[in-house]
């Protein structure tokens, strides 16, 4: 379901406010009639809300196409969310870095716990 919808996004979706949207993941209920799919993009809140505004208007488009090209018995309705993993992760490793530099934090000189260390 991830590449299909990557690939109405980038071959058949027209919308300029969808321009450069990668999809990350798609989580698909049990019963299969509703599907979040996290999507990335970079910019600030109003890029966000432009791509939110986007899949507004592209989101029958696409439920419609996503039921033909997977020959799906029930359409899943579809709701679209900011993946907002990769800024935790960037937030978390600049949390770490602080923390070592302050002398918090130890590690050698490779960044790895060594074996002769704990002997």
């Known amino acids: 379901m991830r590449v299909v919808l990557t690939q109405l996004l980038q071959f058949e979706v027209n919308d300029p406010r969808l321009a450069g949207i990668t999809v990350s993941v798609v ?3 049990a019963d299969r009639s509703h599907a979040r799919i996290y999507f990335s993009l970079i910019g600030d ?3 966000e809300r432009q791509a939110d505004d986007g899949f507004t208007a592209a ?3 696409m439920r419609r196409e996503l039921g033909r ?3 799906l018995r029930t359409i899943p309705s579809l709701e679209f969310l900011r993946d ?3 800024e935790y992760g960037d937030h978390m490793e600049r949390v770490f870095q602080k923390l070592h530099d302050d002398g918090i934090l130890a590690s050698d000189e490779h960044g790895e716990d ?3 260390e704990s002997k």
């Open 27 to 29: 989580r698909l209920t």
């Open 45 to 47: 809140e109003e890029r």
């Open 59 to 61: 989101s029958s488009f």
């Open 69 to 71: 090209r997977m020959r």
């Open 84 to 86: 907002t993993s990769y």
């Open 114 to 116: 060594s074996e002769e």
